[in-house]
């Protein structure tokens, strides 16, 4: 599509007769048909509760969390109903109450800070580097000096840590970790899937996560005792022996009548409609990498803007796409957000002052004490993101950096230094 690009230039009004984006960022692909008949044959059953299951047929939900668990590498798994429950359910079962002090990226989604106060804990926030990921020396030193022995481990829009360093850091500050791999289902470091590095690890299945049942959350652990806790915290009842991917009876002897119920199970419709999506998950990744690749290649053409480099180790799902325009003042920024929002691409942006949509800094979550943050907050101050919806084609990609590059261009042109 064709349309006149207005912009405001030294005062001088250009007119530029460019190609428009139409596709949408946030139109997922349909479910799969298989997903349409399990659900409904769920729903014909009237099956809806995992533990409502007649003639002994294994549910829905224990056949999810035993594939999950199978693809993931991880010995136990618990179907929750979001990933923020996931992350809740998990920082009670691994030791974490009332006061305690949670280490976390500064730089994450508001779930996160959200699930360390929901359980009445204390979000210690730790700066991210350029490259996105959590800052190994701020994490030493602040751990240091917060004496937490807790890390909620954010593995935000997928950039993965050097995961030696880190997991040789928290085994010497004796910190116990639980991985936040909402965006990370399907990445791996040095060949182990993202997720088996701490003592527990939270999926999401929210729409806009790598499998859509709408609302949904997994836990693995490798832990038998931190899975039961967590069994019967997500709400059991006396259920628990219908799981077939948990620990045995005796870990439950005690955490059954020491944990409280807190009712967060996911049901069989959701898992019916997610395990096709399983099946096809590993085909899913490869594609979103083959989009996120045309796409940073695309916008590499320019030097104005920075994109995440990725440790040799690090195999990253291109679900979405950060950049960096660190040349950008917040006037700039604000000016390239108009220019690509007349070319039909929405981008996000960290800089700014208020919370949009999905979008919010540390500085707005004022349900925590603030901290000081200097180095997420040059950062953020020039971090742009797009979702890379698998409705998008290598073609959409491809226009998309370029409109992108154009509009850097047009912005610096303006620029009165
Ligand atoms: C989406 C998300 C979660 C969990 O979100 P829910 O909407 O509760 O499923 C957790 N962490 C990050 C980084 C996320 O993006």
């Known amino acids: 599509m064709i349309s ?26 349909p479910l799969p048909a298989d997903s349409v008949l399990a659900a ?20 829905e939900v224990a056949k999810l969390e035993s594939e999950f668990a199978q693809w993931q590498g991880a010995d136990f798994c618990l179907a929750v109903t979001s990933g923020g429950q996931a992350l809740q359910i998990a920082l009670r079962s691994v030791g974490v109450d009332t006061g305690t002090r949670v280490l976390t990226n500064a730089f994450t989604l508001a779930p996160v800070p959200g699930a360390i106060r929901a359980v ?3 979000p210690v926030l730790v700066e991210v ?11 030493s030193r602040k751990a240091k000096s917060s004496q937490a022995k807790y890390l909620l481990l954010s593995h ?20 116990t970790v639980i991985e936040d791999c909402a965006h990370t289902m399907g990445a791996t470091w040095s060949g182990v899937k993202s997720g088996n590095f701490g003592q527990a690890a939270c999926f999401s299945t929210q729409s806009y996560k790598h499998m859509n049942s709408g609302e949904g959350g997994l836990i693995t652990s490798k832990d038998p005792a931190v899975m039961a806790k967590a069994i019967i915290i997500s709400g059991s009842y006396m259920n628990y022996q219908t799981h077939t991917c948990a620990p045995d009876k005796e870990y439950f002897a005690e955490a059954r009548l020491d944990c409280p119920n807190m009712s967060a199970r996911m049901d069989s419709l959701r898992a019916a409609i997610l395990r096709p999506q399983l099946n096809q998950l590993n085909e899913t990744v490869e594609k979103w990498n ?34 960096l325009l660190p040349e950008f003042d917040e006037e700039h920024c604000i000016d390239f957000l108009k220019a690509c929002a007349v070319r039909g691409v929405e981008l996000k942006w960290f800089g700014r002052k208020e919370p949009v949509g999905f979008t919010s800094t540390h500085s707005h979550w004022r ?12 950062i953020l101050s020039s971090l742009f993101d797009f979702r890379i919806p698998l ?7 491809r226009l998309l950096g370029d409109i992108i590059i154009e509009c850097v261009q047009v912005c610096q042109a303006g620029s009165k230094t």
């Open 4 to 29: 006149r690009l207005i912009f405001k230039n030294n005062g001088r009004t250009l007119f530029k007769e460019s190609v428009k984006f139409t596709k949408s960022f946030t139109r997922q692909s």
């Open 129 to 139: 580097t350029s490259d996105l990921v959590i800052d190994l020396d701020d994490l």
């Open 290 to 323: 083959r989009l996120y690749q045309v796409a940073a290649e695309s916008l590499s053409k320019s030097n104005l803007i920075r994109l995440p480099s990725e440790l040799p180790a690090a195999h990253r799902v291109g679900s979405s796409l950060q950049f």
């Open 120 to 122: 009445g804990a204390l």
């Open 40 to 59: 409904t044959k769920v729903m014909l059953s009237a099956d809806l509760h995992r533990y409502q299951s007649h003639d002994n047929n294994v549910d």
């Open 156 to 175: 935000m829009r997928g950039h993965v840590v050097d995961m030696d360093k880190l997991s040789a850091l928290a085994k010497s500050l004796s910190i």
């Open 391 to 397: 409705t998008f084609s290598e073609e959409d990609c």
């Open 367 to 378: 349900y925590l004490n603030s901290q000081d943050l200097p180095q997420t907050d040059n």
